[in-house]
């Protein structure tokens, strides 16, 4: 299994001009507001604070690169709810085409709460990684908020929406370290193919 025993912040970008050029694969981490990219960031990494955790919705608004050894992360910024003007989350949409237009990831990693049913941009976010035929796994989080019941129903509700397997969808926990071991498997057939 992969291991991961190191894990640095890069750099933030604003836009494509300042996206990083790397011989790493890039792995994108993207997701609603609030869905618990950092902690999932933070729980991969081992580390309490590489990337800043808040409990307001829309933090991340650029695209932060992590080296994380074998490869790159980037954290997406959040999209749907954040009490943000709508320039802003113009912004936000537009840093987010430009970098997948690009095809700067090697794999997407699309982050959704299963404590909900997934919303429109879910949906649609899903949607436009199937139509430009990016790979992509489903990280569902927030397990520990939930009975192991809920939690089967969540992702049952999740692979129904997203049109995937089941077994396509990885359940997490950035509290109690669920799912670690399955988010590195998969981390490591990734990184086999590139």
Same mark, same amino acid.
Not at 19 to 31: H, L, N, Q, R, T
Not at 127 to 144: G, N, Q, W
Not at 166 to 181: A, F, V
């Given at each position: 299994m992969l291991k991961i025993t190191n894990a640095e912040f890069i750099t933030s970008a604003a836009g494509k001009a300042q996206? !990083? $050029?790397?011989?790493?694969?890039?792995?994108?981490?993207?997701?609603k507001s609030n869905v618990g990219k950092s902690s999932f960031i933070n729980m991969l990494a081992g580390r309490k604070k590489?990337? /800043? !955790?808040? /409990?307001e919705p829309g933090r991340t608004r650029l695209v932060n690169y992590f080296d994380f050894g074998e490869f790159l992360l980037a954290d997406?910024?959040?999209?749907?709810?954040?009490?943000?003007?709508? $320039?802003? /989350?113009? /912004?936000w949409a537009k840093l987010l085409d430009d970098f997948f237009a690009e095809r700067r990831a090697a794999h997407v990693f699309a982050l959704c709460?299963?404590?909900?049913?997934?919303?429109?941009?879910?949906? %649609?976010m899903i $949607?436009?990684?199937?139509?430009?035929?990016?790979?992509?796994? !489903? +990280?569902?989080?927030?397990?520990?908020k939930l009975s192991k019941a809920a939690a089967a129903r969540g992702v049952e509700n999740i692979a129904c929406a997203?049109?995937?397997g089941?077994?396509? +969808?990885?359940?997490?926990?950035? %509290?109690?370290? %669920?799912?670690? $071991?399955g988010v590195l498997n998969r981390l490591e057939q990734i990184l086999i193919k590139q």
């Open positions: 996206f !990083v $050029e790397s011989e790493k694969p890039v792995i994108a981490v993207c997701g590489l990337a /800043k !955790v808040s /409990k997406l910024p959040g999209y749907g709810f954040a009490r943000v003007s709508k $320039e802003e /989350k113009a /912004k709460d299963v404590r909900h049913d997934p919303t429109a941009d879910d949906r %649609q $949607e436009y990684l199937y139509y430009h035929i990016m790979p992509f796994t !489903v +990280i569902a989080t927030k397990a520990d997203f049109k995937c089941r077994d396509d +969808i990885l359940l997490t926990s950035s %509290q109690t370290r %669920q799912g670690l $071991e």
